[in-house]
Structure formats: structure tokens, C-alpha cells
């Protein structure tokens, strides 16, 4: 069984910073393959793919958060984290990460990437920016 925590979320002025953490603990020792992203979801809105990083290492962003996040793991700590910049107002939502052992990358596209392809969901951190 694997389980994702996530924290550093809370509130923030527009153009701060925070840097979400999301630690994983479980059955899951191939943590350093695994493909993992971060999703948001703002109230009533539909949760979305932001920023993901294949099973290689390599990066991918949407749109909306492309120059202003950066994502990284650790994978001597067993930590995705999600460094983020300039702040919006239209950043605020629950913040959740994701892991999949068997999917070898995200899709490029990350506006396309579908949620079920992950297998295992953190319970997200709230990040209000006002």
C-alpha cells in the first residue's frame, strides 16, 4: 500500500512563493521510477494536471504554470516537490500529487492528461492567494 502526504500549502499574497512538498511512505520501493505530477483543483472547478515528471526525469508543465513551477524529486527522501513563483490570484486550489509505478510518462500535453491514470492520490493542501 502506498500513500502520498502533502504539505507547505496555506495562504500568500500575490507574487510570493511556496513550495509544496509530497512524501511518499509505503509499498513503494520503486519510488525513483515511478511517474508522478501534481494536480489542482480550485472550488468548483474540475481537478487539473499542472506540472509532471516521467519515470526518466524528465519535466513537463502546463500551460497556466510553465516558468512560474517547478517541479522536483528527491529520491533519497522519497519527496515530490512543487516550487512555485509569482503567485496568483488564479492559483488558489487544493493542491494534490499523484504516482503511477506502471505509467512511464505524462503526457506531454498536460491539459490532456487523464486523473485515472494514476493509482495513487495524496489527500492535497490548500493553497489560497489573495
Known amino acids: 500500500h502506498v500513500q502520498l502526504v502533502e504539505s507547505g500549502g496555506g495562504p500568500v499574497q500575490a507574487g510570493g512563493s511556496l513550495k509544496l512538498s509530497c512524501k511518499a511512505s509505503?509499498?513503494?520501493?520503486?519510488?525513483?521510477?515511478?511517474?508522478m505530477a501534481w494536480f489542482r483543483q480550485p472550488l468548483g472547478k474540475k481537478r487539473e494536471a499542472i506540472a509532471g515528471?516521467?519515470?526518466?526525469?524528465?519535466?513537463h508543465y502546463a500551460h497556466s504554470v510553465k516558468g512560474r513551477f517547478t517541479i522536483s524529486k528527491d529520491n533519497g527522501k522519497k519527496i515530490l516537490y512543487l516550487e512555485m513563483n509569482n503567485l496568483q490570484p488564479d492559483d488558489t486550489a487544493t493542491y494534490y500529487c499523484?504516482?503511477?509505478?506502471?505509467?512511464?510518462?505524462?503526457?506531454?500535453?498536460?491539459?490532456?492528461?487523464?486523473?485515472?491514470?494514476?493509482?495513487?492520490w495524496g489527500p492535497g493542501t490548500q493553497v489560497t492567494v489573495s
Open positions: 499523484a504516482s503511477d509505478p506502471t505509467l512511464g510518462w505524462v503526457d506531454p500535453d498536460l491539459e490532456e492528461q487523464d486523473e485515472t491514470d494514476f493509482a495513487h
Open positions: 509505503g509499498d513503494n520501493k520503486g519510488f525513483s521510477r515511478d511517474c
Open positions: 515528471i516521467d519515470n526518466d526525469g524528465t519535466t
